[in-house]
């Protein structure tokens, strides 16, 4: 079974940061890309940045903002969110596409973490 325990939401005034972790647990081949979803109330999930293989994809709404980043050796995922804004508070959720053996994979998401923001 394979977890992915996140760490790092929190209350923040706007302009603020914070730094988001995300780690994966458990018994499997590797992984093949991880990211960070955000849903706001009332709203879809939606992507916010992604890494595969060294490549990172960001949100249009978070560039020059957010940074992501990943340790191999920890199996561990970064999120780091500067300058941040009002229209920044949801719930993050960490994805990570796992392989599990030679021939499948499969998506896992984390429990979510909360970031508000104040202005």
């Known amino acids: 079974q394979v977890q992915l325990v996140e760490s790092g939401g929190g209350l923040v005034q706007a302009g603020g940061s914070l730094r988001l972790s995300c780690a994966a647990s458990?018994?499997?081949?590797?992984?093949?890309?991880m990211g960070w979803y955000r849903q706001a109330p009332g709203k879809q999930r939606e992507l916010v940045a992604r890494?595969?293989?060294?490549?990172?994809n960001y949100a249009d709404s978070v560039k020059g903002r957010f940074t992501i980043s990943r340790d191999n050796a920890k199996n561990t995922v970064y999120l780091q969110m500067n300058s941040l804004e009002r229209e920044d508070t949801a719930v993050y959720y960490c994805?990570?596409?796992?392989?599990?053996?030679?021939?499948?994979?499969?998506?896992?998401w984390g429990q979510g973490t909360q970031v508000t923001v104040s202005s």
């Open positions: 890494i595969t293989s060294g490549v990172t």
């Open positions: 994805n990570a596409n796992i392989r599990l053996t030679a021939f499948s994979s499969r998506d896992v």
């Open positions: 458990g018994s499997f081949r590797s992984i093949n890309s």
